[in-house]
């Protein structure tokens, strides 16, 4: 069928293209101080400058005392805890699979609630036909032409289709630091009569990098191409851009833009939210292994607050980050992803910390986000929920946009006073756990050498791994938690212990998306399938050979190859069950024992040459009688130099297999790399 073209002049972009702002490393001298003390209320961000909603009453201060008294002032919401096991039970992702239909009709039927023709009803994108509003009439457009396009050149709108051939696209994870834009538009130029397909991609406020897939003077073969491309970036055809569901993760989004010339009003009064304002600088330490707990990587970039400037704006591209163009439903649905993030947080229950930065991600992928090189903002306090809203109230101002953000402004400024630095993400999530730590900074410590020296020198060749040291971290439980290990050695002081006094310094490897749950419970048993029981029963398994433990780290599934290992303190026992075949038996043995023995060694044909205690004092951690002590290997011999037992072993290196947690206490953290040998 013969499509029919026309286009209109579009205004020409009256910004040029910002700089990018430098980022720089920044250290700090302690390697993990205490989180900082909560300033005075006096430091706490000027709500009015943010938007101009009347305080409620009980927060204005009067001239003089009133008679009688104010009323006693509320208490501050409290800090969530952050929690990495899933609780279905919240219902918060399990609701955003099932209310884009319902919430687009409400959109339609409350906020655009107008008589439309027959014929626009009978050909409608959407259930009222609200999405082809913009080229109703004669409304003069605003449509960005991007910069690679000639001198005057236009983009294609079909007033037969109703449609505007310029497509945004966001595709965010804040997991895996993807904050992408994608801009296609058809490009009329006159003074080459041709049509053109041009592409823009990068990250989100940056220019990105623009080409130009097609040319052709047939706009048919152009508008094909379009089509085709946006299909296959977003899995749904042009025609059904509206009715797009946003339950896919990082997927592209097609973001609907407001094109008539009354959006530009908003242009000069859009404030971007400041999370300098509320987030304090993280020490570098601090952001490199929260991120790795909670993200499963780390940046080298600069916390959030470091990309923006001290006046609280972002250097962006009003073509790559175009707020003032976001239409009315774009803002709604934004707003309705705060709205349920309020309800998760006023819910009281813990915050599942993969439902926080998916909600997040959900959110960074609908309303743009220019966060620089790092992470988008993870929207876990009351404060970052006032800043999105008031961001979105500045776009346009909903009455029940407008309650909500009066509501959480008295949250937000009552918890800013109380919990301060806490609300960071990542001082929020470090409060949450049980065990704390603290970076070794200076390798002549004969704590790090002897550590150092244990994980590089206990190494095997036929684990085909050679393991490089990024960083050493020393664990703690806080003095505020439980620690079922002392209460361990306690009633085992009390009572007599059938299995003799032995405690061994042994690597325990998990992959990088369970070490905010080891740092949060120490290491648990798992459970496993019938089929697929390990040698030994369910324990928790640890080795005195650092190349076996890392493999369990799955480093070869990471591009950077990064792991991590713990080194743990575990109380195996004097008596304790040697075996030298893979036999399940075992498990049953130790129970058979009634305390005799608590920990199976299954011995292999490499072994330490020898076993010595441990020379430095490890602060922090409980002792119990004068016979406490900890054995490590001595691995001034490499492992691969040690002579070799009796060939006919199943086992290559010796494994621990402990069936209590509590016999089990966390030494340190060793950010590793692993390295083919």
Known sequence: MEMEFEYTTPIPPSQEWKTEPEFSEYGVSDPLAAIPVAPQAADAPDDKALIDLPKPCHQRTPSVPPEPPEAPRQPAPPLRRIVSENRPESGIVECF?????????????????????????????????????????????????????????????????????????????????MNQFRRQQVVYSPDTRKYSLLIREGRVGYPGVACMEIESTDPSLVVDKFRRLFKRHTQVAWFRRYLVSFTRDAEWKFIELNYREASTSTRHSVKLPNYGEIHPKVPIEVKVMMELALYGQSLTGPSPNDSLPSDGTTPRSSFTAPYELLSPYTIYIGFKILECMWKYLKSGQPLNWRHLHRISSWYASHIPCCSGKDRPPVLSSYPTIFLELTFLYSLHPWRELGDLLAEARQCSSLQLQVHAARLHPLYQAYSSLRHGFRRLTDPSRLEFQEV?????????????????????????????????????LQRKKQDEDFSGEEKLLLWYGVPTTSVMRVLEKGPSIPHFQDAVRPHFGNGIYFADVASKSVRYCNPDTRADREGVLFLCEVDVGKERLKSSSNSVKTLSDIERSEGRRRCVEAQGRVRPAEWKMVRWEMAGLPKVGEHDRVLMPDASIPYNEVRREAEWMDLTTNEYVIYDPTHVLIRYLCRVKALDE
């Open 97 to 177: 699979s099932v209310w884009h239909v319902p919430l687009l009709e409400h959109y339609e039927t409350q906020f655009q609630a107008r008589d439309r023709s027959n014929a626009v009803r009978a050909d409608h994108t959407s259930p009222h036909g609200y999405f082809r509003w913009q080229t109703d009439g004669n409304t003069h457009l605003h449509i960005p032409v991007d910069d690679i396009a000639s001198p005057g050149s236009t983009v294609l709108v079909d007033n037969r289709s109703k449609c505007i051939y310029d497509a945004y696209f966001l595709r965010t994870n804040i997991a895996q630091n």
């Open 452 to 488: 150092r020296c244990y994980l590089e020198n206990s190494c095997f060749w036929r684990h085909k791994y050679r393991v490089e040291l990024l960083d050493i971290y020393q664990v703690f439980v806080k003095a505020n938690a439980t620690n079922p290990y002392a209460e361990w």
